[in-house]
């Protein structure tokens, strides 16, 4: 496979998981989308604005080609921690429409260079890194926390899938769901 074969698969399956992670926020009240679900607090909206301001630094200010809007510091814990939330100041809108304009940004950067051009990853030891590894990171780092919005959005209210359209299909029942969670709790419980 070639570089810009290479790229174009890449960027392809970033903008898939970009999609899926904003479709686990479609139909939920402004409450769902930001109540913590785990003991760490994360939430729905929250994974939202964490991975817009984590791809605005990949994709941007690592190849010198900073986001205009200012980012919170990855360095000062408080203002790392507080990009995994959305404050009762920021609307739902908000956070999506700026995750919107960092994919605008970051997928300028994608096509602008070349798999081999090298940025700078401060909070990796400043170490010089290509696009291919930086590119690869976010789309697993997307990746990962479109996991976490499956897992959140099944715990609010059941709906499954990837994207809109398979949630919305459904496919099965809540009886289905419930028989299949007993019968894997059972098999738990069998090897006690």
């Given at each position: 496979?070639?570089?810009?074969?290479?790229?174009?698969?890449?960027?392809?399956?970033?903008?898939?998981?970009?999609?899926?992670?904003?479709a686990?926020?479609?139909?939920?009240?402004?409450?769902d989308v930001?109540r913590?679900?785990?003991?760490?607090?994360?939430?729905?909206?929250?994974?939202?604005?964490?991975?817009?301001?984590?791809?605005?630094?990949y994709?941007?200010?690592?190849?010198?080609?900073?986001?205009?809007?200012?980012?919170?510091?990855?360095?000062?814990?408080?203002?790392?921690?507080?990009?995994?939330?959305?404050?009762?100041?920021?609307?739902?809108?908000?956070?999506?429409?700026?995750?919107?304009?960092?994919?605008?940004h970051?997928?300028?950067?994608?096509?602008?260079?070349?798999?081999?051009?090298?940025?700078?990853?401060?909070?990796?030891?400043?170490?010089?890194?290509?696009?291919?590894?930086?590119?690869?990171h976010?789309?697993?780092?997307?990746?990962?926390?479109?996991?976490?919005?499956?897992?959140?959005?099944?715990?609010?209210?059941?709906?499954?899938?990837?994207?809109?359209?398979?949630?919305?299909?459904?496919?099965?029942?809540?009886?289905?769901?419930a028989?299949?969670?007993?019968?894997?709790?059972?098999?738990?419980?069998?090897?006690?």
């Amino acid at each position: 496979m070639d570089d810009s074969a290479a790229k174009t698969n890449l960027h392809t399956y970033l903008r898939h998981e970009r999609e899926a992670v904003l479709a686990k926020l479609d139909g939920l009240s402004d409450y769902d989308v930001r109540r913590p679900l785990t003991a760490s607090g994360t939430n729905l909206l929250g994974l939202v604005k964490h991975l817009a301001t984590w791809e605005a630094r990949y994709l941007g200010e690592v190849f010198a080609r900073p986001f205009p809007e200012p980012l919170s510091r990855w360095d000062v814990e408080e203002e790392r921690l507080a990009d995994m939330w959305a404050t009762e100041h920021e609307s739902r809108a908000d956070v999506v429409d700026r995750y919107r304009r960092v994919w605008a940004h970051a997928d300028a950067t994608i096509e602008a260079l070349d798999l081999t051009s090298t940025g700078r990853v401060e909070w990796w030891g400043d170490a010089e890194v290509p696009l291919f590894n930086v590119l690869v990171h976010v789309l697993a780092e997307t990746s990962r926390h479109a996991g976490h919005a499956d897992i959140l959005r099944e715990e609010i209210d059941g709906a499954v899938g990837t994207d809109a359209e398979a949630m919305a299909a459904g496919g099965h029942d809540a009886a289905f769901w419930a028989e299949r969670r007993a019968r894997i709790e059972a098999a738990a419980r069998s090897t006690r």
